[in-house]
Antibody, heavy 118, light 108 residues
């Protein structure tokens, strides 16, 4: 059974960098695209971007200037860095895997609430 | 960016009733790239329907999806207690992929 688990700080100060890691278990990270998606409290879902197991990335243009994703295949992990955060970046951050060859998000992490506050 | 607009925002129904949820796209979307998710409080979304009309593994047949172009529909034929949740449509036909704002199906 494929499982994804986000980890990272729950509180980040304004203007600092939000960093999260997603650890994948139950399958290899190789051969798939891995995405980050966020959801502010009581609101809808926003796709942040994705990374392949080979490291190629594609980011949402609305966040592209502040986002960096990386992958660590040896540890079956991938990561998100979001710079210069503001209160508007407060959200539950999910990592997710799509069905191979599609964008259908089949597996999701449980979510990591990140609050931006001083 | 293709905007997905879901309606209604909230649907108040009783168990056993039929639920019809709409997702309208600002530009035409290929059906293969239209997906529906169910989300319950405190949980991650769950894949329900992909390719606009194909149920994901383990999804009961009371859930069905239809539509093409700019108009898509999720139908729940007879609501069970566990179906009361928020439903999102999602497309990945163009970049950036986007989600609708959600329809909450609540118990009347």
């Amino acid at each position: 059974q494929v499982q994804l688990q986000e980890s990272g700080p729950g509180l980040v100060k304004p203007s600092e960098t939000l960093s999260l890691t997603c650890t994948v278990s139950g399958d290899s990270i190789n051969g798939y695209y891995w995405s980050w998606i966020r959801q502010p409290a009581g609101k809808g879902l926003e796709w942040i971007g994705r990374i392949s197991s080979s490291g190629s990335t594609h980011y949402n243009p609305s966040l592209k200037s502040r986002v960096t994703m990386s992958v660590d295949t040896s540890n079956n992990q991938f990561s998100l860095d979001l710079t210069s955060v503001t209160a508007a970046d407060t959200a539950v951050y999910y990592c997710a895997r799509a069905v191979a060859g599609t964008g259908d998000f089949e597996y999701w992490g449980q979510g990591n609430l990140v609050t931006v506050s001083s | 960016e293709t905007v997905l607009t879901q309606s209604p925002g909230t649907l108040s129904l009783s168990p056993g009733e039929r639920a019809t949820l709409s997702c309208r796209a600002s530009q035409s979307i290929r059906s293969s790239y239209l997906v529906w998710y169910q989300q319950k409080p405190g949980q991650a979304p769950r894949l329900l329907i992909y390719g606009a009309s194909t149920r994901a593994t383990g999804i009961p047949d009371r859930f069905s999806g239809s539509g093409s172009g700019t108009d898509f529909t999720l139908t729940i034929s007879r609501l069970e207690p566990e179906d009361f949740a928020v439903y999102y449509c999602h497309h990945y036909d163009s970049s950036p992929q986007t989600f609708g704002q959600g329809t909450k199906v609540e118990i009347k």
